[in-house]
């Protein structure tokens, strides 16, 4: 967990600037009883508070927009700098005729200390949707997807990468 001055110092970077902190540093102390004292509103939300006109609320959208577009990017940035874990998804589906013989070779593979995570559809379907999945068996390790019936050399081959 970041501290919470550099988790402010993030946000307020000026590739995110996500609290539009340059905006209302720089913007004078706009009319009206806000909620804390000596607080300024963004331009965008101060002038369609003062003044809701239908191009003052296209303008507060399109700085709505905007934020959501900078805080996805800085969700993406946090994501891939969290570390990987290390583990197998291993997706499977009850009746899969390839099931059993896919979990016997995962047993006597060499994972180098990665658990297995078996997934069917009904435990996790957003992963099955990240990944792809449109077939069973399929392997994923360090994200990338190996699909079909895999040998004992290939999947330790792909968890050496």
């Known amino acids: 967990m ?9 946000f307020e970077a000026p590739a995110v600037d996500f609290w539009d902190a340059r905006a209302r540093k720089a913007a004078p102390d ?32 399109r700085w709505q927009e905007e934020r959501l577009a900078r805080l996805q990017a800085a969700l993406r940035a946090i994501e891939e700098a969290r570390p990987k874990e290390k583990e197998v998804l291993y997706f ?9 013989e896919q979990e016997r070779v995962l047993a006597q593979s060499n994972l180098g200390g990665r658990a297995v995570r078996r997934l069917t559809p009904a435990d996790a379907p957003e992963l099955w949707a990240k990944h792809g999945v449109t077939a069973t068996p399929t392997l994923v390790i ?13 999947i330790e081959k792909e968890v050496r990468k």
């Open 30 to 61: 706009a009319a009206g009883d806000w909620s804390e004292p000596g607080h300024t509103p963004p331009p965008a939300v101060a002038r369609l508070l003062e003044k809701p006109t239908r191009e003052n609320a296209l303008a507060y959208l």
């Open 92 to 100: 499977a589906q009850e009746k899969c005729a390839y099931g059993a």
């Open 142 to 154: 360090d994200g990338r997807a190996l699909r079909g019936l895999q040998t004992r050399e290939r």
């Open 2 to 10: 970041l501290p919470l001055m550099l988790l402010a110092q993030f």
